[in-house]
Each structure stands twice: as C-alpha cells, then as structure tokens.
C-alpha cells in the first residue's frame, strides 16, 4: 500500500498562500514606506483633537499623538504578522483535517471554518486605518465585534470541530457495532 498526503481544499491554499503572500508584501511596505505612513496618520490624528483626547497643550498633546501613532503602527505589524501566521496555520490544520478519517463533506466544512480564520488579519489592517479617524476607543469595538469574535468563533468552531468530529463518529461505528 502506497502512502501519500490528501491535499485540503483548494479555497484553503489559495487562502492560506495569499495571506502569506500579503504578509510579505505588507511587511516589505512597513520597512519601505514607515515614515510616510506615520506623516499620513499625524497629520489625520492632529486634524481630530476632539476623538484623540487633546488637552490643548503641546507638550500633552505631543505626548498623545505619540500613543495613537504606536497603536497604528502596533496594529500594522501585527497585520504582518498574523498575516504570516494564519497562512502557515490555515495550510497546516487543512493539511491535518484533509488527511483525516473524516468523510469528504466533514472535511470541507471543518476546512471551511478554519479557513474563515484568515478574515482575522484584516481586523488589525482595518484598526490601523480607523484609529486616525475615529479613535482606538471607539473603532476597538467595532473591529473586535464585525472580525474578531465572528471569524474567531469559526476559526475555534472548525478547530474544536475536528475533535468533535472525529469523536462523533468514533462513537457512531462503536454503538453500530454493539447495538
């Protein structure tokens, strides 16, 4: 008998490679182009006094120009970052469900929810553009509530699904066995 690898899904390593391809190309940008970004999102934060907190004076104001500017370029990196990292993930946990006993539908879907997972990089691009403009209280929320917990629920729905999954029909062929 000839042992080879199942390959997951075809949406999952499209997926899984063009996240690790923006992580890249992101991260290649952050170096090339730090400094413009920083000016754009200075000048879009001192346009805003009021949804950053200005005190009126320089000296303060400096200071909190400073903390928005390192939560825009926090959540840039950790764009980067997840990107790479839900790309090696997404390929890797599709790779392990692909080559599972796990019937060919049951395979798709807990696929299809682990590769939901790679929405959750795109909360932290969208933070990084909407801290300038409505403030870190007032996007976090909403970031956290329309990307983090519906895509993050999938992403944990599809992993604790293979558990499940496999469980479930462990116990199907073992109650089939002895009625």
């Given at each position: 008998m000839e042992a080879y690898l199942r390959r997951p899904p075809g949406f999952s390593l499209y997926i899984s490679f063009m996240l690790l391809v923006l992580g890249a190309v992101s991260g290649g940008i952050l170096v090339a182009f730090q400094d413009w970004i920083a000016s754009v999102a200075r000048r879009e934060v001192i346009?805003?006094?009021?949804?950053?907190?200005?005190?009126?004076?320089?000296?303060?104001?400096?200071?909190?120009?400073?903390?928005?500017?390192?939560?825009?370029?926090?959540?840039?990196?950790?764009?980067?970052?997840?990107?790479?990292?839900?790309?090696?993930f997404i390929l890797v946990a599709t790779l392990l469900v692909a080559n599972m006993s796990v019937?060919?539908?049951g395979r798709t879907v807990l696929c299809g929810l682990?590769?939901?997972?790679?929405?959750?990089?795109?909360?932290?691009?969208?933070?990084?553009?909407l801290i300038p403009f409505w403030?870190?209280?007032?996007?976090?929320?909403?970031?956290?509530?329309?990307i983090?917990?519906?895509?993050?629920?999938?992403?944990?729905?599809?992993?604790?699904?293979?558990?499940?999954?496999?469980?479930?029909?462990v116990l199907t062929r073992a109650m089939e066995r002895h009625p």
């Open positions: 346009r805003r006094p009021e949804i950053h907190g200005f005190a009126g004076m320089e000296l303060i104001d400096e200071r909190r120009i400073s903390e928005v500017l390192d939560q825009v370029n926090t959540a840039l990196r950790l764009f980067h970052t997840h990107s790479l990292g839900f790309g090696l019937g060919e539908r682990i590769t939901a997972g790679a929405v959750l990089p795109f909360g932290w691009l969208a933070l990084a553009g403030g870190i209280d007032r996007v976090r929320p909403t970031i956290e509530w329309l983090f917990v519906p895509f993050g629920a999938l992403l944990l729905a599809g992993i604790c699904g293979v558990p499940v999954y496999y469980l479930a029909k």
